[in-house]
DNA sequence: TATGAATGAGAATTCATTCAT
DNA sequence: TATGAATGAATTCTCATTCAT
């Protein structure tokens, strides 16, 4: 007879919660690390502490589990969008608010970078197949646009500019920088990732996205 | 008697840097599709319509071959930088070639953004053990740093601009929205790719980078 | 509800160790019929009736699955040789049992001689890799010692000689007569392996040791 | 025109012949350091310093090589066992002799062990195929025959021994001992390559043939 | 005689995935 | 839920050999 209970259904039930999270976030780091192609499950499940067979226990397959991850990781960042309440702020600070957001959660979470580039190098096939991308798409929008509505309204803003592009050109000031640092570093000579190149970064940014922002 | 004249030795000798030529050129395509771990070399040979083992024939392994692409990719993009002659042109006419150039550059080679990208996966590793990576240091810095130097001198730039910082932020703006237009595209419901939207794009980069260097 | 009970856990397990024991037994087979650069880990695994992938699961690689074999190999002739229990007979009998064994154990065991120069082509690194190489040690040397001892005490032994040099010398009488038996026979243009020329080359050895050994 | 005139027909001859000499001894070192199976064809030609097509050219293929190997050092070291000149010695001194000419032919020409390993890991097939083999039988057992029977004439040996197993027991004596130098080395923890270890061992075996053949 | 280019067959090893329990 | 054993299909890389001159 055993002298351990069996645990009660909602425990187990725990467990495999668990588990799921172990493994996608053990995919996650692997992926970000090497990429869809040269990601190994095996070592998913070494990363994870847990056989690879309760991997597809859980998840269908390598496609599917890195679909996963790439959906995970885009809930993250969209939570972290919604938190930023740019609202409450007058629009140049808005701004400035979120080209530092930005910057900081590229900074913190490489492995969305690396991400982003393979489901990029696989033409997004991922997202198209996800029932959820729609969720996926960035609240910020909305917001931008109507921040740059007000700032133009009070006159700090020129007007005419399309919140999708701003928004993009925001990511990209920070993306290039951060996903490139190794090639650039490496050809550049200069090491890009010290705390002061950072700062110094974060306000060329700024000075780049207001200077374009705001009417002279 | 032979009707063919036999080769010169220098037209033998070109058929070996055919050979490597192809190679290299199949093998670019093939890892900027794929990325460096789903690159097959099978594929790679059947592309080239060379044999597989032509490849270790010429290249030490996958990695080295890799590396031969990364190289002549900068190469390449170097050397059509080099051609631009900003010098010859006002302070913000010379940028703004300089944005268009580095956003046609990309639209027309979209395999250079997937190669970078692989390379930053692997910590530009493939660099790092390059002979040549300072030859690929960019010639745009010194020439940005002059032209900088020149708008400062004649008041139409603001000054204290760092040429590098420059440099990224230009390619940053088009590099992000090339390079993750598929997950852009999936997420905003918005196709990129069309002409209009890419002459919208570039307007908009140019905006910005006037925006931010000229003197109110 | 099955009519077979399930594998108990040590069962299961024996499982692993049985397909584990197969591929080493079919590894020493290939290798000591091809020699450790001919052989091929296709054919290992066609002898041994199971996936070659498993023989990776089981074992690291080529080398490492030759120096199991290797160290299987060593420790089987250890055991057998530790049952001779020689300390029992006299002196004279012990060397003449001794011989005897050598000779039947490598006309028993061809695969040994052509392992250990396997092993020594490669100039026995995989025994100097082994975790066990001491444990292969002949217990024969220290029990050649004693013998020559009370040989020489009772007056029937010369002195002076080095039981290990005695050891290699009653080894090779026997590993080169079957070792290069196929030169040997090519060359000479006479069969060695008939059962009259196996007794004749035993009797010739007995004698050989014996009338070294013998105080005249 | 040519400054340099074409080479005379005999000294084309020459340098055909030196080639085939240079890739002899080339494959010699590698078939010795490798053995047949792990031996590269490309490894010969580069220590040749020759152009690995020529092998093909003078070679039927990597058998044929081999082969041509093996019957080069059959002839070297019969050569040399007929400078031997025994017959001029007394009985006794001729067998110290040939024990010594023995253990330093094989001390001095390590390839020529390893060549008989492979030779014989392969069935002696490339001995049975050759036009030669006859060519390659050893003088010595003739001689050894009649040294015998001058000792037993003269009183100083005893009687009844086959000349072939005196041959090979002398042989096997040395052979063991250096063919297989570095698994007794790795498990006895001896080193047998001093000059020490080395005129014990030559003189342990003169013991031992002269104990067996001498009338007590 | 001599050589650099090229190749098909094969070899070791890897990988995602499934079986059996 | 969880796992160790097993596998087929690749995948990278190697090798002896031949082509073309």
């Not at 979120?98 to 190098?121: G, I, K, M, Q, R």
Request: hydrophobic share 40%.
């Amino acid at each position: 007879m055993s002298p351990v209970a069996p645990p009660a259904p909602e425990e187990r039930q725990r467990d495999a919660d668990r588990s799921q999270n172990t493994i996608l976030n053990a995919a996650r780091d692997e992926f970000s690390e090497h990429g869809l192609g040269g990601a190994r499950m095996d070592r998913i499940a070494t990363r994870a502490g847990l056989n690879k067979r309760l991997i597809y226990y859980y998840f269908a397959d390598k496609e599917a589990l890195f679909q996963a991850v790439l959906e995970q990781s885009y809930r993250h960042i969209r939570e972290e969008e919604r938190k930023l309440n740019l609202l409450g702020l007058k629009p140049a600070d808005a701004l400035r608010r979120l080209v530092e957001f930005t910057w900081n959660y590229y900074l913190d979470h490489p492995e969305f970078l690396t991400l982003l580039n393979s489901a990029n190098l696989h033409r997004a096939r991922h997202l198209a197949e996800s029932q959820r991308a729609r969720e996926l798409n960035s609240p910020l929008i909305a917001t931008l646009g109507e921040i740059l509505e007000r700032g133009r309204v009070d006159g700090t803003f020129r007007g005419g500019i399309d919140p999708l592009q701003l928004y993009v050109s925001i990511a990209g000031l920070s993306y290039f920088y951060l996903s490139n640092n190794h090639t650039l570093s490496a050809i550049f000579g200069r090491d890009l990732m010290t705390p002061k190149a950072h700062s110094e970064r974060l306000s060329h940014m700024t000075d780049v996205i207001l200077g374009y922002v705001l009417r002279n």
